[in-house]
């Protein structure tokens, strides 16, 4: 690697150990994040883990009792938030309700412009949010989804370092939601413009970022891309906040096999794990699969419930012995032919199980 590409490498954002008390609560605790440049980062956890806090702690609304902020390489921990020059957009929308869009736009931009350059500039980014010719309009003659995109231009407009989106859309309706969280993510790759955007909604966060840093109780849990979390989450919380995961308690029997409470033993990568020690296995449902012909049968289950997803059916069932419940995802041709009360064998591919410590969260 050479000098160029090593200074190139540096994220734009470095946060280091912040910590945050409001009163007796720690809200935040010896948070340490970076974030690439022109990257999409969502932060995502539970409600009250401490994300909204550290968006704030980042654009300066806030202070922190504890460790730095870099930005580009300059140390702006205890500079005002005015000068940090980073866009925010909120669940609210939060635009002048008398001014017009053109106006609550405009407000964005840095004093000292001609009406030229405003009109040019205000123009640009309309086109750009998928609003050209509602300059004249008021927020009131806009729907949900108009404003918010409104919001977004104006946090855009004096062309920030960094855009932090607060739930933004989390006010809109679900269709809607999908939608805009994909004009987002193609507006945020088309301006390259580094993003920070918190959220509580597991699949927005799946859908539109580069990385994700999972947050609980103000701690990070863990960061990496969509991909890294889904697929390989380094604790069962991890593994139960992005998407769904069974757990089935077992033991290492010996290396690379685990034995079922049910007495059924298996492979698996039991990594470093002593002989004799209690794990719980984790499955996804839509990794469970069906034991054809007998062959390989972990489980025998019984069907519960069915619910319907649209291009997959997704069977709830039991395990009479523990009374373990499991959930599988199955093709809906394949799901519909499995009725309530109906047994069902399970073979647990290897490559698919997880495993943790009992009992840890
Ligand atoms: N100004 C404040 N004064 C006192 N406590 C606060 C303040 N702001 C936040 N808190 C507390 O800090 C904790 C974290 O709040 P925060 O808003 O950062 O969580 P969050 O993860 O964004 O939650 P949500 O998803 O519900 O918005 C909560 O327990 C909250 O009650």
């Not at 669940?91 to 000292?112: E, H």
């Not at 309009?137 to 949900?144: F, Q």
């Not at 079922?260 to 990794?287: C, H, K, M, Q, Y």
Request: hydrophobic share 45%; proline share 5%.
């Amino acid at each position: 690697m050479n000098a160029h590409q090593a200074i190139a490498a540096e994220p734009l954002l470095k946060l280091t150990g912040i910590s945050k008390r409001f009163g007796h609560q720690d809200v935040l605790k010896d948070v340490t994040l970076d974030v690439e440049a022109g990257s999409f980062t969502c932060l995502v956890g539970p409600s009250g883990c401490g994300k909204t806090t550290l968006l704030r702690v980042l654009c300066g609304l806030e202070t922190t009792e504890q460790g730095a902020i870099l930005c580009g390489g300059r140390d702006i921990t205890f500079s005002s938030a005015a000068s940090r020059n980073m866009g925010l957009v909120f669940q609210s929308y939060a635009l002048f309700p008398n001014l017009t869009v053109a106006r609550n736009i405009a407000y964005g931009l840095p004093r000292g412009w001609s009406r030229r350059q405003i009109q040019d500039r205000v123009d640009a980014l309309l086109d750009t949010v998928g609003l050209a010719g509602f300059a004249k309009r008021k927020p009131e003659e806009l729907s949900g989804g108009q404003q918010q995109r409104v919001a977004i231009a104006r946090a855009l407009a004096p062309e920030p370092s960094v855009l932090l989106l607060d739930e933004p859309l989390s006010a809109l309706d679900a269709q809607l939601r999908v939608q805009l969280r994909s004009e987002l993510k193609s507006l945020q790759q088309r301006l390259g413009v580094t993003t920070v955007m918190v959220t509580h909604d597991q699949s927005e966060a799946l859908a539109v970022a580069d990385r994700i840093a999972l947050m609980e109780q103000g701690r990070i849990v863990q960061a990496g891309s969509p991909f890294e979390l889904y697929c390989h989450p380094k604790s069962r919380f991890v593994a139960n906040f992005l998407g769904r995961m069974n757990f089935l308690a077992a033991k290492v029997l010996a290396a690379g096999v685990v034995q079922l409470a049910s007495g059924f033993s298996f492979p698996a990568d039991t990594g470093p794990i002593l002989p004799g020690v209690d794990i719980d296995l984790g499955i996804r449902p839509e990794d469970v699969a069906l034991a054809e012909d007998g062959a390989g049968v972990a489980l025998t289950l019984r069907v519960q419930r069915r619910e319907f997803l649209g291009s997959t059916m997704r069977l709830e069932a039991v395990e009479p012995q523990s009374g373990a419940m499991l959930a599988l995802d199955l093709p809906q041709r394949l799901g519909r032919s499995h009725i309530e009360g109906a047994e069902l064998q399970i073979f647990l591919p290897a490559s698919r199980l997880h495993i943790f410590p009992a009992g840890a969260r």
